[in-house]
């Protein structure tokens, strides 16, 4: 079965790196600014005459409380007006990217991330999505994958009543820990029964999947504390399950400065707390994806998976990997064939750019032929746990043992390790590499020992 993991506490200890989560290859560490709006045009356009089908992340970047955990580009304010200001510039922006695509490329996935999108006013959310479809061809028969981020503490009956009315028809719930001594510890006071109203509203209004977040390596969290989190939530049933390393980077990310280092579970905690919830999950009938997700077997993603057409993008895990992806609002990613690009992270001059009627892309890279090959050796890697060569060779005329030569010792000391099967046709990730995946991938990443690992997370 594909979701068999066996657990190698030797293993894990010896290959818990620092290292990418690859949700693109090249990631955005290799990100620089010589790319810019004309590359993006052409991306467009190439993407109009291949008559791609389109995938959009709309980034609403406004909280009106902080958690100290959280290493998103976000804007704290209790201000609501704010949100309009951002909001006629993001019009802007999703009227100027538009005008480059044909109007009949269909959207046939839809997200909103941030932040907190229903920080937004309910007559603030109709006019986005109202502009949405006057622009783009949004599909009017709930086949799209139209999902929503959700604060429960910042949604109620009639706020999930409105989205499902708007076209979401996928929800995915931040609750990271219901430990209140957590809670307190990461200034994210959320209790079990507004999180079940909300998943209550979901289901009865036939939203098509819920998906909750989870964080292990909190403060305060034990192993028995979080066991209890999870078996509450396994209660609830969600459709997906998300389980978050945390890592805490003070350095890179303000927010987390306020939380007590001394307060944080000890490496072997988080361990144990990662061992016991994939115990629990799997014991309840989900299946490991992969990386840090898990859904139910009659899940779109256990699936592909089990068809090995599953993919991974800026998004996650997804079913939609052929499309192109448009990032719209402050710090989006954007992934148009071969180009990357990003918006500016900084909401003024991401507000003032397009005030001028000038995108806001600010960096980017556009893949040369090796990383168009690393990329699908990865991708296969990391959402199927196997490669065949003769796939990648086909795909780019080459030899594969050939033009990778020199990885093959580690290649060879991971399967003595028991990590992978290498043999002359294939790598199959074994069930004691599953969760180390991350590692294998690193194998073949060109550009990782350029950049300090402490820019990453660990693959644990």
């Not at 989560?21 to 356009?45: I, W």
């Not at 190439?46 to 958690?67: E, G, T």
């Not at 502009?131 to 139209?146: A, T, V």
């Not at 993603?301 to 998004?315: D, G, M």
Request: with cysteine; hydrophobic share 35%.
């Amino acid at each position: 079965m594909l979701d068999a993991i066996r657990w190698d506490t030797d293993l894990i200890r010896r290959y818990d790196l620092a290292g990418p989560r690859y949700t693109s290859y090249p990631t955005a560490v290799q990100f620089n600014s010589q790319v810019g709006t004309f590359d993006l045009f052409h991306a467009l356009r190439d993407s109009r005459k291949a008559q791609r089908p389109l995938s959009l992340y709309v980034h609403v970047p406004f909280c009106a409380n902080i958690c100290y955990y959280c290493a998103c580009n976000k804007v704290i304010t209790k201000d609501r007006g704010r949100a309009q200001p951002y909001l006629q510039r993001l019009e802007q922006e999703i009227q100027l990217i538009a005008c480059h695509l044909d109007p009949t490329q269909k959207v046939e996935q839809l997200h909103f991330g941030g932040g907190t999108p229903t920080f937004l006013s309910h007559d603030e959310l109709r006019q986005l999505m109202a502009h949405l479809r006057k622009h783009f061809n949004l599909l009017d028969d709930d086949s799209g994958d139209y999902g929503i981020e959700i604060d429960p503490r910042e949604a109620d009956w009639s706020t999930m009543g409105l989205l499902r009315e708007l076209g979401f028809n996928r929800v995915s719930i931040g609750l990271q820990d219901l430990d209140p001594a957590v809670q307190r510890a990461v200034n994210r006071l959320q209790s079990l029964e507004e999180t079940r109203a909300v998943i209550d509203a979901a289901r009865t209004l036939q939203f098509r999947s819920i998906n909750i977040d989870l964080i292990y390596g909190l403060p305060r969290q034990t192993p028995e504390n979080f066991a209890r989190t999870v078996e509450e939530v396994i209660n609830l049933q969600p459709d997906r399950l998300s389980v978050f390393n945390y890592a805490h980077l003070p350095e890179r990310f303000m927010p987390q400065r306020r939380i007590n280092s001394n307060e944080l579970p000890t490496p072997a905690q988080k361990l144990e707390m990662l061992q016991r919830t994939i115990e629990q999950l799997i014991g309840a009938g989900y299946r490991y994806i992969g990386m840090d997700h898990f859904a139910l077997p009659d899940d779109e993603l256990a699936i592909a998976q089990e068809e090995s057409t599953l993919q991974r993008n800026f998004q996650g895990y997804t079913t939609h990997g052929h499309c192109d992806l448009i990032g719209l609002g402050v710090s989006a990613i954007s992934q148009i064939g071969d180009l990357y690009c990003q918006n500016s992270s900084d909401l003024n001059h991401y507000q003032n750019t397009l005030a001028s009627m000038q995108l806001a892309t600010s960096r980017g890279l556009l893949c040369n032929a090796d990383d168009r090959l690393r990329r699908a050796v990865i991708q296969q890697l990391i959402c199927n746990f196997s490669l065949e060569f003769s796939d990648i060779e086909q795909a780019f005329n080459i030899d594969f043992q050939g033009y990778f030569g020199e990885l093959w010792p580690q290649l060879q000391d991971m399967a003595k390790d028991g990590l992978i099967e290498l043999d002359r046709d294939r790598i199959t990730i074994l069930p004691a590499g599953r969760l180390l995946v991350r590692s294998v991938c690193m194998v073949f990443d060109a550009y990782l020992e350029q950049h300090s690992r402490q820019r990453f997370s660990r693959v644990i």
